[in-house]
């Protein structure tokens, strides 16, 4: 018992005692709420089940009904609209980022205004979105004034030639600011000097663009079209708020939320979420395949571990210097 | 020969870079105009009609200006009938818990990652990282059949439980910050006698205020937006709605009444208009932060 306590009285014990202690809820809430579904999540999808009552293992064939369903296959397919769409997305943010990180008058104000629709939560944007597409509403209305005839103009959310085009283009309206403040942040990390020196050297804005700009936040860029992808295969909010995946707008997400959720095919709508999980990761790993052969340079991760190593040992050299130094004082003491 | 060319070329350069210098002026502010404009447009639509009644609604064009900027009748007939008073209470002891206890754990989690060496260090990280590739409504098939055994459906506090999970952009943000505070500082307290948990709680968490703030707006934001797992874990919609989930009121028979729907919308966004407007450098310092971690 003694042994317990003075161990919990040493430094060492102090030590294990803080890192058990500030470590162990985040920990187990991580363990509770995301890898042990995880797993569930792949046992589900061995079965056929509900959320209640009894289930029955079934192998594989969750995953062969996945790949024979067209209402799924052709979910998958929409993703193509979001991934046009975010690639859009980082182009005009981009622009718009570099616009406003020169010397704009009210450049405050642009930014804030084109940044606001992503503080709003989703219901209240299917809410505007279903309003602002209604025949006849706000989107007929601003292009009528620059001449459209409304009795020309698509059923906006109805007519599938065009209504994936209007839920992206939703999405694009939410995200656009968020990518926008993004690329803002890292320009200007950029060495202002920089900018200055090409001004003397008579570079155009354009070129200031493609030589300064382009080449110093090409990670981040290349990232985010990465994430885009990712993000467009799992694109849900915006055709479940504002069509509830209606007239051919379900994506994959939104398919398996119903087959979950309504359905209650608890075991495939498991497999499709492993399923999409398993394209998720592949793109990931590529992706930091591709940071590593090709972006040599933005490995930055490795170089800030080796950072951090040095001033460890840096700072252990200096406590070590000065509990000697405590030593030597309180040896002197005794000798007093 | 070259004394003139120097002559001649310098004029027309100049004025060609003036001509393109004002087309780029007028690009530049056009393109800022027009994207304000998309931006705001569905904003303002909403605006005009939750200002007009019932029978100006149905005979004017949804972009007519009201009669009325003080007409607040839809305004307050939807905050009754989506019962968002109630709506406003569950969604502020949801963000009180969640901001509160997501920081401490949090921050307490970034000092252990950040000032020691041991063994799981790297794995916990790990974990975390790797947590932040797996969507959330993937998720949610499996997590909802363990909320149910825990029987943490239909409660605030299960829910609560469940949000506070702490997400990685958080730690992020407090790992970095950390690795800015010298170590110093904790081995000059060490001497004076100092244990972890002072050193935690009255030498570093006031030095973290900055990255508290950061992300505590960013997970508020989140947290104060969330209508999914609301939906799907709060089932009981007049006890225990939150300000997103309240909005569903209006579908089925209110479905087309939009003056009043505008009405709710424009309540629902305003708390996140005004954090907004108070905010901006810390909201924008985040969303850059979130990059970060890619």
Excluded at chain 1, 30 to 46: A, D, G, R
């Amino acid at each position: 018992m003694s042994k317990i306590q003075s161990f919990f009285k040493s430094k060492k014990g102090q030590r294990a005692l803080i890192i058990v202690g500030f470590s162990i809820i985040p920990l187990i809430l991580l363990l509770v709420f995301t890898y042990y579904p995880f797993l569930e999540m792949i046992k589900f999808s061995f079965y056929n089940m509900r959320y209640a009552g009894a289930r029955k293992f079934v192998g594989f064939k969750n995953y062969i009904t996945l790949f024979n369903k067209r209402e799924i296959a052709g979910s998958l397919v929409l993703s193509l609209y979001y991934m046009v769409g975010a690639v859009i997305q980082i182009s005009i943010a981009l622009y718009l980022a570099t616009i406003l990180s020169m010397k704009v008058r009210m450049g405050g104000l642009f930014k804030g205004l084109i940044f606001f629709p992503f503080l709003i939560n989703g219901i209240a944007i299917g809410f505007i979105f279903k309003f602002f597409y209604t025949r006849g509403f706000v989107l007929d209305t601003v292009l009528s004034w620059i001449g459209f005839n409304m009795e020309t103009l698509p059923y906006w959310l109805k007519d599938q030639a065009i209504n994936n085009w209007s839920l992206v283009y939703s999405s694009f309206w939410k995200y656009l600011g968020q990518n926008m403040v993004l690329f803002i942040g890292a320009i200007m990390s950029v060495d202002a000097a920089l900018y200055e020196a090409a001004e003397l050297d008579g570079a155009n804005k354009f070129q200031q663009f493609r030589y300064i700009i382009l080449p110093s936040i090409k990670t981040i860029v290349t990232l985010n079209i990465i994430l885009s992808i990712t993000g467009s295969l799992s694109a849900f909010e915006a055709p479940y708020v504002i069509t509830s995946g209606n007239n051919g707008t379900g994506t994959f997400f939104v398919v398996m939320n119903k087959i979950a959720h309504t359905d209650q095919k608890v075991g495939l709508a498991s497999a499709m979420a492993v399923f999409l999980l398993v394209v998720i990761l592949i793109c990931t790993l590529i992706q930091k395949l591709l940071f590593k052969y090709i972006f040599r340079n933005a490995n930055t991760d490795d170089e800030s571990l080796k950072a951090k190593k040095a001033r460890e040992k840096e700072a252990k050299a200096k406590l070590k210097a000065i509990k000697a130094e405590q030593k030597a004082l309180k040896a002197a003491k005794g000798g007093n | 020969m070259q004394a003139k060319t120097a002559k001649i070329k310098p004029s027309k350069i100049v004025h060609h870079y003036t001509l393109s210098h004002y087309i780029w002026i007028i690009v530049k502010y056009a393109s800022l105009l027009l994207f304000s404009f998309m931006a705001v447009i569905p904003l303002v639509s909403c605006f005009v009609t939750a200002f007009k009644d019932d029978v100006e609604y149905q005979s004017t064009n949804v972009m007519t200006p009201p009669v009325s900027w003080v007409n607040f009748s839809n305004f307050i007939k939807a905050f009754q009938t989506a019962n968002m008073g109630n709506a406003f209470k569950n969604s502020a002891i949801i963000l009180i818990c969640v901001l509160l206890i997501s920081t401490i754990i949090g921050t307490q989690l970034a000092y252990v990652l950040n000032r020691f060496a041991f063994p799981m260090n790297g794995l916990i990280r790990n974990l975390f990282t790797f947590a932040a590739l797996l969507p959330g409504i993937a998720m949610q098939v499996s997590v909802y059949s363990i909320m149910l055994h825990l029987h943490l459906v239909n409660s605030l506090y299960g829910y609560i439980i469940m949000m506070c999970g702490t997400d990685v952009i958080s730690i992020y943000i407090y790992i970095q910050f950390f690795e800015n505070l010298s170590t110093s500082l904790d081995e000059s307290a060490i001497i004076d006698g100092a244990s972890y948990w002072t050193i935690y709680w009255r030498i570093l968490l006031p030095l973290l205020k900055p990255a508290i703030v950061t992300s505590c707006i960013l997970k508020g934001a989140g947290t104060y937006n969330e209508y999914y797992c609301a939906m799907l874990y709060l089932q009981d919609k007049t006890k225990l709605g939150t300000v997103a989930t309240s909005l569903y009121t209006f579908t089925g028979p209110l479905g087309s009444k939009y003056n009043l729907i505008c009405a709710g919308v424009i309540i629902s966004f305003i708390p996140a208009l005004i954090v907004f407007i108070a905010c901006q450098k810390q909201i924008y310092n985040g969303i850059a932060a979130g990059a970060v971690k890619g």
